[in-house]
């Protein structure tokens, strides 16, 4: 996935190959971005922000994201691609 930070309004952006794009509101300080993109995936996928992480790019735009419970074709199903 890849984030843009300090957007207008956090919300799912078009796929850019393999990945997507999200918009965040927040700002890249003090790990807000990071609970951004926690909380959207979460109320997206209904689940706990606890079965949401990050694996992968705390600091960096490109993130790998885990959802307990959820597997491929459901996050697929549910982001619309």
């Known amino acids: 996935m890849k984030v843009q930070?300090?957007?207008?309004?956090?919300?799912?952006a078009?796929?850019?190959?393999?990945a997507y794009k999200l918009r965040l509101a927040a700002p890249p300080v003090d790990g807000k971005a990071n609970e951004?993109?926690?909380?959207?995936?979460?109320?997206?996928f209904g689940v706990a922000a606890s079965a949401v992480r990050i694996v992968?790019?705390?600091?960096?735009?490109?993130k790998?994201?885990?959802?307990?419970?959820?597997?491929a074709a459901q996050v697929q199903r549910i982001l619309g691609s």
Do not use: M
């Open 5 to 12: 930070p300090r957007a207008k309004e956090t919300a799912l």
């Open 14 to 18: 078009d796929k850019l190959g393999d």
């Open 36 to 44: 951004a993109c926690v909380r959207f995936f979460a109320r997206r």
């Open 56 to 62: 992968q790019g705390l600091s960096s735009r490109t």
């Open 64 to 71: 790998v994201v885990e959802i307990e419970g959820i597997d």
